[in-house]
């Protein structure tokens, strides 16, 4: 009955929110990166607004651990803490636990270069650049990747076009009688030949980038390997701390 509630509850805020439209703020995710946008709007299961740059953006309220308009009131939160009760059958009262749980942010798949996903979610470059702005390393391998992408898919596809193109110049020559140059055909050939270890590069940035955005997941504190239950009952109040 309490789960049923509580969902309730969560889906009459989640229209409230769907109805309303803030004009700027923060976005904080999972993975504690902070994104300020302006004129958010929450939608089903997602919000979508503009960044910075104006650009339209849009994400899974899943990844979203809290949203803070202008003036610093939270606009969503999803609850964090759950509350037990358990019966003691000696005194037949009970002990309510409040357990504080820790919120491991979802890691980055890495596919290929252009194809980074979270959990089942393809993200764009943008998305990607967003969760990675917290981690300088990360961001900067990841840009530099996508330049390197960017300057080796010119190069495999100029040089195979020039090499295409002299191949049918030369032919064309051949037909009419005279002697084609092979000098085209050689520069096409190189040029194709470097954009090849480019594109490897680029596909290497990338990964080190993923890799290291995870890795920086993975490292919690003590703090934040430790869990903590306050326990209340008609004895008193207790404390409870596993790590």
């Known amino acids: 009955m309490k789960k049923k509630l509580s969902l309730l509850l969560f889906l009459i805020s989640l229209f409230c929110y769907s109805q309303q439209k803030v004009k700027s703020g923060y976005i904080t995710f999972n993975s504690n990166s902070n994104l300020y946008f302006k004129n958010l709007v929450i939608a089903n299961d997602s919000v979508s607004f503009q960044n910075d740059a104006d650009k339209e953006m849009s994400f899974s309220l899943k990844s979203i651990k809290k949203i803070v308009d202008n003036t610093g009131a939270i606009v969503y939160q999803p609850i964090p803490t759950k509350v037990e009760t358990k019966a003691v059958l000696n005194d037949k009262k009970s002990d309510t636990i409040i357990k504080k749980d820790v919120v491991i942010s979802e890691e980055l798949r890495y596919k290929s270069a252009s194809k980074i996903y979270l959990k089942d979610e393809r ?6 650049e967003a969760l990675l702005s917290k981690n300088e390393y990360a961001l900067s391998q990841y840009k530099k990747g996508k330049s390197n992408a960017l300057l080796g898919d010119i190069l495999v596809g100029g040089g195979l076009g020039l090499f295409v193109g002299g191949g049918l110049a030369n032919l064309s020559t051949a037909n009419s009688g005279g002697s084609g140059s092979s000098t085209i055909l050689i520069v ?33 504190t003590f703090i934040e390997k430790t869990n903590i239950s306050i326990i209340t009952n008609s004895k008193g109040l207790g404390l409870s701390i596993s790590f």
């Open 188 to 220: 096409g050939l190189v040029t194709a030949g470097v954009g090849i270890p480019v594109k490897i590069s680029a596909s290497k940035n990338i990964r080190e980038s993923i890799d290291t955005y995870n890795s920086s997941l993975n490292k919690t």
């Open 123 to 128: 993200l764009s470059s943008d998305k990607i």
